[in-house]
């Protein structure tokens, strides 16, 4: 109630102050354009401070005039342009008393020429081009005839905050945003930010102030925290995409002066966003280098990496995730009416999957959402299907996501090969347990990750049993091709790796990383530079898959492909072997649904033919589709007429003894 009742006295005292002062300068004008003795300078500046007495007694705050003056340095002849330029706006004779005052009826707007004549204390540099009132575009210069005979004009900007109207620039409207976070840091980024905001208050720094770089692969965090640290400076915080920086030198120059304007007027910190700015694009980082070498005050930088910056001097922080512990008190805050039907999830939840306080809080909107009242549910699995939701987004654009629908039954391998594969859910299941109950965890940090080496011919069910287990364990499958990931430029590929395991680590998904040969091989022995850098490839890319939080799968056609010194890094290694005529019989029993019709079709006979379970589900399924045409149950002559375009497509021919019997 007092706040609003304070605001409106300033806006009331701050028109009073505005119009006394223009009046001081409208009559100043008069006078010299009726060739009467203007006032002495003594004279105004007694009747300016008699007004600002007046009209802000009992306000503390000083006038808007006051402060762009002291913002800007103003002396009182340029503040006096400045009004001069202001009265156009605020009295319509005063066009006609310009042009009275200039003896010519075609000059009906302000000049320095006026000024000069008119205004007390004048000097002729006022409206040179590195003076306030040019150089911070307070008012602008139109063509004329000669420099001191030119309009002169107030910005938009600066009248209506002369008024007291707080607006953004319309020519930053777009390029520049004014960011608030809503919720608050957990204590880990509170300390942060608390560290981040001593160094631009340190005393020796106060006249290069130094960029502060936030680095980290997740956003909300990064500006929540940058938020946090202006809100503690008193500043307001502006966020900027880096992609808006113009290369044009011109252009530049109207961003730089605009931006350093606005952050003055509006006592501001402005946020260069680079969290999707590609370091290799030499044009681009050029061009922020340049723009961050010549804006002045108070600038942030997110970014995924560090990006080198020699201009300015640089303080960068990594910002991670909040701690678990964090997060399961950001877990039990939201749901705390949940509280009696969580039974131990939210550490399950937390173990799974590493998310950010925002992505917490969504996850806890879209579950609550989910939850019937009155209904009895499986509140930890609605919980755990949120979290992966909100974690989806930021892989889907760099893999492939394979639903999986795949169980243990469509699985048929031999009894080593299955059990290991349990062996791996096992692991998967357990890491709450073992990891963070039983102490593992802070025991060593290394090595926590679950990494597979799946090798096999194509078809044998290296895809299904991944599939497989994402099923079991209720977590996305992402397949990724690392024949598409290799780069041959340098750093390339490690930068796309990067992108996959950050992006990853959120949910803690399953990953496929297929056609390792692309990047393994026996690579140990180093001839080259070549050599060398696949070696530092390899070497990227199992060190993330012994840190991911998850399970991570690499395929290859030949085991024997693999370097040793690599597969010793692996945790498993499941060879999947061509199916023999017992399990490929197996696998003809189980590859038809139970709701499809079939007739007298026989798996020992069909068992002959001498392919592996991905042609059989081809051939099965190509079957189904000439039978449901025909409207008649799957037969063994559709199968027959299925194999036969299987077998073309690989180039082979069917044999007596593989159809032998069959119709």
């Not at 953004?168 to 976070?181: F, N, Q, T, Y």
């Not at 102030?209 to 503690?232: D, F, H, T, W, Y």
């Not at 909107?365 to 930890?380: F, P, S, W, Y």
């Not at 021919?653 to 019997?661: F, M, Q, V, Y």
Request: glycine content about 6%.
């Amino acid at each position: 109630m007092n706040t609003t009742k304070i605001n409106h006295n300033w806006d009331e005292a701050n028109e009073c102050y505005l119009l006394t002062a223009l009046a001081i300068v409208r009559g100043a004008i008069e006078k010299f354009a009726q060739k009467t003795q203007p006032s002495d300078f003594l004279e105004q500046e007694q009747m300016r401070q008699q007004a600002s007495q007046t009209a802000m007694a009992g306000i503390s705050a000083p006038s808007a005039l006051e402060q762009i003056s002291e913002l800007f340095g103003l002396t009182s002849f340029e503040r006096d342009i400045l009004l001069m330029c202001a009265c156009m706006e605020f009295y319509g004779d005063f066009a006609a008393i310009c042009a009275l005052a200039q003896g010519d009826p075609q000059r009906v707007y302000p000049t320095l020429s006026l000024a000069l004549a008119a205004l007390p204390n004048p000097h002729w540099d006022a409206i040179a081009p590195d003076a306030k009132l040019r150089h911070w575009r307070l008012i602008e210069l139109g063509e004329g005839r000669a420099l001191t005979l030119s309009p002169l004009r107030i910005d938009e900007r600066i009248l209506h905050y002369l008024i007291g109207r707080q607006y953004i620039d319309e020519r930053l409207a777009g390029i520049v945003k004014p960011l608030s976070v809503t919720g608050e840091l957990v204590p880990s980024q509170q300390q942060l930010a608390q560290r981040i905001a001593a160094i631009w208050i340190h005393p020796s720094l106060a006249e290069k102030l130094p960029i502060l770089q936030l680095n980290g692969v997740e956003p909300s965090s990064k500006r929540a925290i940058a938020a946090k640290v202006c809100k503690m400076l008193g500043m307001t915080l502006h966020i900027m995409a880096v992609q808006v920086v113009p290369s044009a030198p011109a252009e530049m120059e109207t961003l730089l002066r605009l931006w350093e304007r606005e952050s003055i007027l509006s006592s501001s910190a402005l946020l260069l966003d680079c969290d999707k700015i590609d370091i290799t694009d030499l044009a681009r980082t050029h061009a922020i280098g340049r723009f961050l070498e010549r804006v002045s005050g108070f600038v942030l930088i997110t970014s995924r990496e560090r990006i080198p910056i020699q201009q300015r001097p640089l303080v960068s922080f990594d910002i991670n995730k909040p701690t678990s512990e964090e997060q399961v008190i950001l877990w039990q805050s939201s749901l705390a009416d949940l509280e009696p039907q969580l039974n131990g999830q939210v550490k399950k939840l937390v173990t799974q999957f590493n998310l950010s306080p925002n992505t917490i809080r969504a996850a806890c909107a879209e579950a609550l959402g989910q939850l019937t009242r009155g209904k009895e549910q499986d509140v930890g699995q609605i919980l755990w299907d949120a979290c992966r939701m909100q974690a989806r987004p930021h892989l889907d654009e760099l893999a492939q996501r394979i639903p999986p629908a795949a169980t243990w039954e469509d699985l048929v391998l031999p009894p080593a090969q299955a059990e290991m594969l349990q062996e791996i859910a096992a692991h998967l299941r357990q890491r709450a347990t073992v990891y963070q109950t039983w102490g593992f965890a802070a025991k060593n940090t290394r090595g926590l990750g679950i990494s597979a080496l799946f090798a096999g011919g194509s078809g044998t069910g290296k895809t299904l049993a991944a599939e497989v287990l994402a099923n079991e364990l209720h977590l996305d499958l992402y397949r990724i091709d690392l024949s598409s990931v290799v780069s041959k430029y340098i750093g390339e590929t490690e930068k796309n790796l990067r992108r996959v395991f950050d992006a990853a680590e959120e949910g803690g998904v399953i990953l496929l990383f297929d056609e390792a040969d692309a990047l393994f091989g026996k690579r140990s022995e180093v001839k080259d530079s070549h050599d060398r850098h696949a070696n530092i490839e390899v070497s990227y890319l199992l060190q993330r898959m012994e840190s991911y939080p998850g399970l991570a799968i690499m395929t290859t056609n030949l085991k024997s492909s693999i370097d040793t010194a690599f597969q010793r890094r692996i945790r498993f290694a499941v060879q999947f072997p061509f199916p023999d005529a017992t399990q490929r019989a197996e696998i003809w029993r189980r590859v038809y649904p139970e709701n499809t019709p079939t007739h007298d079709l026989d798996a020992k006979k069909l068992a002959q033919l001498s392919v592996s379970g991905g042609n059989i589900r081809n051939i099965a399924l190509n079957a189904a589709f000439l039978a449901a045409d025909a409207d008649e149950p799957v037969q063994m002559k559709h199968l027959l007429r299925a194999a036969r375009t299987e077998y073309a497509k690989l180039e082979k021919s069917l044999t007596e003894a593989e159809i032998g019997g069959w119709v």
